[in-house]
């Protein structure tokens, strides 16, 4: 079966630092797809970013950045320079491949980010 | 961007009433839609997969009968909870499938207050 960990409940951090979200997941298929998604206070789910199982390169946004390790099962989210608009829920979440499209969304229980200034 | 959207965002009702939510998809065509529940500071929950012109698949536990599911048209579908008791308060968020079967798009979710 699928799954989805997020052993980290609550990071609490200081303006400007760095900090990293992990995200472990666990599965039996080659095609797969993982997501990060931000759910500030006021509920909506933001799209961060999507991967698919055969691109390990690590991607670079602005301030964020992910590291991608099969080897490990791993999908870290780092967080560079934080804001305290950063402050928010981040879900990790996974879903299985199936002849071009995706399966349903499994999420990790999410990770509360506070940014303080 | 495709946007997604949910109404109403907030609602109080009484127990014993029913109430429904609405997903649509306003720039795309989506045959697959999500009910997703949310308990405070928890994870999101699939409740069922809602597909255009025939019934909604249920996840195990999920009542079929309390959350009634429509999908009538490619870009909208309602969740009904029927007999709303406290317990079924919630944030139920909804999500559409583009029908080139990759992207999944949120809506902003709708917070529900039984009293």
């Known amino acids: 079966a699928q799954k989805v960990t997020q052993a980290q409940t609550e990071i609490s951090v200081v303006e400007k630092e760095d900090v990293t979200l992990d995200c472990v997941y666990e599965t039996r298929d080659t095609t797969y797809y993982l997501f990060w998604y931000k759910q500030p206070p006021s509920g909506e789910l933001v799209f961060l970013i999507r991967r698919n199982s055969f691109d390990e390169q690590n991607e670079i946004s602005g301030r964020y950045s992910w590291n991608f390790q099969k080897s490990t099962s791993s999908f870290n989210f780092t967080i560079t320079a934080s804001q305290v608009v950063d402050s928010a829920v981040y879900f990790c979440a996974f879903a299985a491949g199936y002849g071009g499209s995706q399966g349903n969304l499994i999420f990790g229980k999410g990770t509360k980010l506070s940014v303080k200034p | 961007g495709a946007v997604v959207s949910q109404h109403p965002s907030r609602v109080i009702c009484k127990s014993g009433t029913s109430v429904k939510i609405e997903c649509r998809s306003l720039?795309?065509?989506?045959?697959?839609m999500f009910w997703y529940r949310q308990f405070p500071k928890k994870s999101l929950m699939l409740m069922a997969t809602s597909n255009e012109g025939s019934k909604a698949t249920y996840e195990q536990g999920v009542e079929k009968d309390k959350f009634l599911i429509n999908h009538a048209s490619l870009t909208l579908s309602t969740l009904t909870v029927t007999s709303a008791h406290p317990e079924d308060s919630s944030f139920y968020i909804c999500?559409?499938?583009?029908?080139?079967?990759?992207?999944?798009?949120f809506g902003p979710g709708t917070r529900l207050t039984v009293t």
């Open positions: 999500s559409a499938r583009d029908n080139r079967g990759h992207e999944q798009y």
């Open positions: 720039d795309f065509q989506a045959t697959t």
